[in-house]
């Protein structure tokens, strides 16, 4: 006589998260139109806290962007969507620090067991993931992950390695900067523009900032789609 019931309750549980995506919490689309802008703030910052991990965050987000009259949520929310979609571009690809380099032969090492090649930084991107961590034109990376190179050919040993690599993965770069003691320096990698570097031509900030943009107006028409 209750078999029907037991039957037909798990249904009804799964429906709420068949229905839509969950809606975005109300203080923090009325805080993104407060009048105090410390209030604002926090709601920007919860509201991609929010959106983080949620699958159709981009979607409702997008609604609240385009839905309301008021310019201040239009702003706000449309910067979290960008956020969002950099996130999203960081997701996949080739791993990148945004680096010019060279390789050269270490001074003093022993011969036949140590380390004997470095990496020379000859120049940084501006804003790249190199620079973030805080790496400094003219430091010489002497390992990765703890990895040393002894024969020719560490710049491209050093290249593969960090390719290969996923964006936003950490790698670890034991760098000597004249002090006694080389300094570990852990950098969180970026997203390589273009596959070969060698073909750009044009500045790699340029490249970096235009494949965001491009990667931007794709994610934005599927969430356009999704919002339909």
């Known amino acids: 006589m209750n078999t029907k019931v037991w039957r037909l309750a798990p249904l009804l549980l799964v429906v709420p998260s068949l229905v839509g995506a969950e809606p975005i919490p109300g203080e923090l689309v ?31 987000i997008l609604k609240l962007s385009r839905g309301s009259d008021d310019p201040e ?14 996130k999203d571009y960081l997701s996949e690809g080739m791993g990148y620090l945004g680096i010019t380099m060279q390789e050269e032969k270490l ?3 022993a ?3 140590g380390r004997q090649f470095g990496i020379r930084i000859l120049g940084l991107m501006r804003g790249s993931p190199a620079e973030k961590a805080g790496i400094k034109q003219g430091d010489l990376i002497i390992a990765l992950n703890g990895k040393t190179w002894n024969e020719i050919g560490a710049v491209t040993v050093f290249g593969d390695v960090i ?8 790698v670890i770069l034991t760098v ?3 002090e006694p003691d080389p300094v570990e320096i852990p950098v969180k990698l970026g997203k390589r523009p273009i596959n070969d570097l060698r073909e750009a031509r044009e500045s790699l ?6 494949a965001k943009e491009r990667h931007f107006r794709d994610w934005l028409k599927i969430q356009e789609q999704a919002a339909k």
Do not use: H
């Open 30 to 60: 009325e805080g993104l139109a407060s009048e105090e802008f410390a209030r604002r703030e926090a709601s920007q910052s919860g509201l991609l806290e929010w959106a983080s991990g949620r699958e159709q965050a981009g979607v409702e």
């Open 73 to 86: 949520v239009q702003k706000r929310s449309s910067e979290i969507l960008r956020k969002l979609s950099d």
């Open 107 to 109: 001074q003093g090492e």
């Open 111 to 113: 011969k036949g067991g």
């Open 163 to 170: 390719s290969r690599t996923k964006p936003l993965v950490e």
């Open 176 to 178: 000597r900067r004249g």
């Open 205 to 210: 900030q340029l490249l970096d900032e235009q």
